[in-house]
Every structure is written in C-alpha cells, then in structure tokens.
C-alpha cells in the first residue's frame, strides 16, 4: 500500500500489505497529532480503507476517487452490452447483436472523443437497442457531475441515481445502491475535487520500475527501490 502526499506527490508511506492492518499501521506510525492535520483523503471503493480513516482521521474529508466512480458505471454498462448482444443472438437477431458488438468503444468513451464512425455506431443504438442507450446516458450524466463539481454536479448525481434507481435495467440498479451507499463520499469529492491522480501517477511508475527490474524478489526490495527512485520517507516514518 502506498500513501501519497497530494501537496507534492511524493511517496508519504509505504508498506506491504493492502488491509485495515496496514491502514492502521500507517496511522500509527503518523501518531495522533499529525493525524489530526489531515484535510482530506482521497482513496477508491475499498472497504477496508474507509472506515480506519473515519476512526483515526474523523476531521479529513474522505473523497470518492472520480476515476473508479466513472469505472463502477463503464463495467455496469459493459454487463448490459454483453447481456444485450448474448439475448439478440439467442432470438436469432446476428445483425443487431453485431451492431451492439461495433459500438464497445462508442459506449465507453467520452462524447468529446467520439470518432464519426462511433457516432454513427452510437446512433445505430439509440435506434435499436433504447435500454442499452438509456444506460451509456445515465453513464455520461454521471461524468458530467464529476466534471461539473460543487452544487450543480450534485444536483445532477441525484439526478442521476434518482434515475437509475427506477431505470428497471438490473444491473445500473445494483449500481444506483452502489453510488447511494458512498453518496456522501462522492459529494465530498464534488465539493474538493481531490482524486486519486497523483496516487496512480505514481503508481505507473512503479509498475514501470517492476518491470524494468524485472520483478523483485521481495517486498522489501521493491519498497526500496521505490523510495530511491521517488523519493519519500522510510516506512517507519511519514513525511514531516
């Protein structure tokens, strides 16, 4: 588990092991009076992480990262498609399915990035298939709440998992759940806009070193390597 610094995106600790232990540990080395300094904390969906950081850190902000919220919500509509074109092949319907088939990358990308082929796929299904395209809408309503941020981007994420609760489309409605259980996280994200950014910037470079060492023959070796090449204090020590 790494912990960033979000003011210089250096490594602030580092540790085997991805657990409510290890979160724990990290707060134990930090010690309860920088602990409370803490602002905010940016982190994905994991369990484990959430409530060590209520309990240890209750005045930091805990913000929902707003690339894994966008995740949650591509994977749904992946589920959706897959359903969709394995029903119309069932029932015989190969064009339709096809159609489905061509338009992956029209539904998962961002409309600003749509090519006039994926526009021209992504029409095919707003007029063939209007569950599927009713789901890659909830989708981009939900980006532009994360994009939008403050109080109009939450306006438009209860909008949005208003929606998706009474859209009757299985798999956006496990979602919904999903987005009302971490509602006050993702409104905390809306109103800071902090992210995980730094985080998996830092996270690409060490998957670079591992693979540049060719993997390592231990976890100390890696945290090491890491700390020579970003920078950072021990793991025993938090940054200042």
Same mark, same amino acid.
């Given at each position: ?80 498609? *897959? ?31 749509? *090519? ?61 759940? *999903? ?57 025993? *020590?938090?940054?200042?």
């Amino acid at each position: 588990m790494i912990v960033t610094n979000h003011d210089t995106g250096k490594v602030a600790w580092i540790s085997q092991g991805r657990d409510q232990a290890t979160v724990n540990a990290f707060f134990d080395a930090l010690g309860p009076e920088r602990a409370a300094l803490l602002t905010h904390v940016s982190a994905d969906g994991a369990e484990w992480i959430h409530p060590v950081v209520a309990k240890r850190a209750p005045q930091a902000d805990l913000c929902l990262d707003a690339f894994h919220i966008v995740k949650w919500t591509t994977e749904k509509l992946d589920e959706l498609r *897959t359903r969709t074109a394995r029903e119309l092949r069932a029932a015989g319907k190969d064009d339709q399915a096809a159609t489905i088939g061509k338009g992956l990358w029209a539904l998962r990308k961002k409309p600003t990035n749509l *090519t006039g082929t994926h526009k021209t796929a992504l029409a095919d299904i707003a007029a063939d298939d209007k569950q599927l395209y009713k789901g890659y809408l909830l989708k981009e309503q939900l980006r532009q709440a994360l994009t939008v941020k403050g109080d109009d981007g939450k306006r438009l994420l209860r909008g949005m998992i208003a929606w998706t609760h009474r859209c009757r489309i299985p798999e956006f409605v496990k979602l919904a759940k *999903t987005l009302s259980r971490y509602r006050p996280t993702i409104d905390n994200t809306l109103d800071h806009a902090v992210s995980n950014g730094r985080a998996e910037a830092l996270n690409a470079q060490v998957n670079a070193l591992i693979t540049r060492a060719r993997g390592f023959r231990s976890a100390e070796a890696l945290i090491a390597a890491i700390h020579f090449a970003h920078g950072g204090p021990r793991p025993e *020590t938090p940054w200042p």
